[in-house]
């Protein structure tokens, strides 16, 4: 659409702020960010040696930072999946039309707008061994059990859970927590970009589909899968993008423990940068850590849209 | 019976979003000392134990009212800042002919590809040339660029949705382009400004790791880095006093979330992502 035909140097004007904000604040901080990584800049010294690509080559041949990568892989596989299809499981569900559903989407949006400090903490309560959230439940079930066992006389003990896991401090358990925890923080802003993908499906194609029989599942598999494939598409990019730069949660329950295993990316280019004062060496961590965000979202898109052609042949 | 099992279903996963919250509100009234309550006796302490809230308002080497007045000077300037410049952006961008225009959009909506890992360190040098570090400046102005692409790209969705004919009538009563954008289409925008306002709030307020390296003293920390300084104090014990804070960090948020939510969720609907 050719628009007003008013063509002005005042367009500038008005995106100049904008532009000239980000080429400081981003542009020139990426362009920075591979200037350093070229050097040994170590914050407290004064002179900068030229390394070329010496810092990547000692990274990739660091078996801490292998460590690192490793760890945000399982992290990313984990969270991503499951982030993802429960998000999309609870749309389904306060998409229907019952009363009070606006009030559950509050609810459920609530962990995403707090201090993620503050939900760390809280966390590391429900994690403690027997006086943790969890632990606690675990103790009930236990003590179920055995009311269960003596009102029909069988002994059921064997069937007890230990309720001193001490979740934060065991290797394991520390990620597997982690992971429950994105699920938690990031299901009301999945579920929200979901809900407004279910509403944009045209209510046509289900009454098509109930004319013809079809079940719920066939309804999901056949109408609502395959018309969400652009909502279901920009949720995972977003949350593999925010999965690869774990931070907060790991500063503050972890620290990249127990024995390093949830020392992810992002808080070991913090140790780099901030402990240890190697800004070069953090750079070209933290270009590492943006290649492979790239890739990985560069690889979604194309099984996706690959995806879509086979769908569209069929 | 169906809708009863539905129901069954939101409730528990409601359960499990408020209960931690309902946790923190309670342990943060009992004893100060007192182990971490458990479910069973959450609701039961000794006695209510509202002094720790005075205790922690008036703590000495942790001024946290000094903290909640850093998080609202920052968090404000933030707002401001970008509804100013986005908006501003999206004019340009949603009314304005210019050569380069959608180019230089997209490099707007590429910048927020960039994960903020890559910036922080360059970010940190910058501001350190500056002379920023440890001010408010330092704290407003760096590490807004997912705000500006999002409140830029948000506002232009919605600016491009509002009619034509406003503008023509405008044009004829002699509105140059500032008296449009001001008379017109920013009064008409305000759902999507209260949008972005509402984003770049909790974003700002929650944000923890630019916060961190951008303060030093102690003067100058919002309450997200007060918070974990006051937890790095504590270690695991004083479970109430930390809770007490946490409580404190968290009504703004909360409050702000509540009466701002439809604007949450209508961002996400007008930011045109379609099924």
């Not at chain 1, 509050?106 to 966390?123: D, E, G, H, K």
Request: proline share 5%; glycine share 6%.
């Amino acid at each position: 659409m050719k628009a007003q035909g008013r063509s002005s140097g005042s367009g500038y004007l008005f995106i100049a702020p904008a532009t000239v904000y980000l080429a400081v604040f981003s542009v020139a901080p990426v362009l920075f960010a591979a200037y350093l990584s070229l050097h040994r800049w170590h914050l407290l010294k004064p002179d900068h040696p030229f390394v070329g690509l010496g810092n990547y080559r000692a990274l990739l041949a660091n078996p801490l930072f292998r460590n690192a990568i490793c760890n945000t892989f399982v992290y990313v596989a984990a969270s991503v999946p499951l982030g993802v299809a429960t998000a999309l499981a609870v749309a389904l569900l306060v998409s229907r039309p019952l009363r009070a559903v606006g009030l559950f989407r509050v609810l459920y949006y609530l962990p995403a707008v707090c201090s993620q400090v503050a939900i760390s903490m809280v966390w590391i309560w429900i994690l403690l061994p027997e006086v943790g959230l969890i632990n606690y439940c675990i103790g009930l079930f236990n003590r179920a059990l055995v009311s269960v066992g003596t009102t029909f006389g069988a002994d059921l003990a064997f069937l007890r859970i230990d309720t001193s896991t001490d979740f934060l401090h065991q290797p394991g358990w520390a990620m597997a927590a982690l992971v429950a925890m994105s699920l938690w923080i990031g299901l009301g802003p999945r579920m929200v970009i979901f809900v407004a993908g279910l509403q944009n499906i045209p209510e046509v194609l289900y009454e098509a589909a109930d004319l013809d029989g079809c079940n719920a599942w066939q309804r999901l598999r056949y109408i609502t899968l395959p018309q969400l494939r652009s909502t279901m598409l920009f949720v995972v990019v977003t949350t593999t993008i925010a999965a690869f730069q774990l931070f907060t949660p790991v500063y503050v329950m972890t620290r990249g423990g127990p024995q390093r295993t949830t020392d992810v990316v992002s808080y070991h280019i913090f140790k780099e940068a901030w402990l240890k004062f190697e800004a070069g060496m953090a750079a070209a961590q933290s270009y590492v850590l943006f290649a492979m965000i790239a890739a990985v979202a560069v690889i979604q898109f194309a099984l996706m849209r690959r995806g879509m052609e086979r769908e569209d042949v069929q | 019976m169906r809708n009863g099992l539905l129901y069954g279903v939101l409730i528990l996963i409601a359960a499990s979003t408020v209960l931690p919250f309902v946790w923190m509100a309670f342990t943060s009234l009992h004893a100060p000392n007192a182990e971490p309550p458990t479910m069973a006796n959450l609701f039961a302490p000794d006695r209510w134990h509202f002094e720790n809230y005075t205790y922690v308002l008036t703590f000495r080497e942790l001024p946290i009212w000094r903290f909640a007045l850093n998080s609202v000077v920052v968090t404000s300037g933030v707002v401001l800042f970008q509804l100013t410049i986005c908006s501003l952006a999206a004019f340009g961008f949603s009314r304005l002919q210019f050569r380069g225009r959608n180019a230089i959009f997209f490099l707007f909506l590429l910048t927020m590809m960039v994960p903020g890992q890559v910036l922080i360190v360059p970010l940190y040098l910058i501001v350190h040339r500056f002379g920023w570090l440890d001010t408010y400046w330092g704290l407003i102005i760096p590490y807004q660029y997912l705000n500006t692409a999002f409140g830029t790209f948000l506002l232009r969705q919605f600016f491009v949705t509002i009619p034509r004919s406003l503008d023509e009538a405008a044009r004829l009563d002699g509105c140059g382009d500032l008296a449009l954008f001001w008379h017109v289409i920013l009064p008409s925008s305000r759902p999507a400004l209260a949008t972005v306002a509402a984003f770049a709030f909790i974003w700002t307020w929650t944000d923890f790791y630019w916060a961190l390296l951008a303060s030093s003293s102690t003067t100058m920390r919002p309450l997200e880095v007060g918070l974990s300084v006051f937890r790095d104090a504590y270690g695991v014990t004083r479970w109430p006093l930390q809770m007490t804070a946490a409580v404190i960090v968290l009504i703004p948020v909360v409050a702000v979330f509540l009466a701002m939510q439809r604007f949450f969720i209508r961002g996400v609907v007008t930011s045109g992502i379609k099924g």
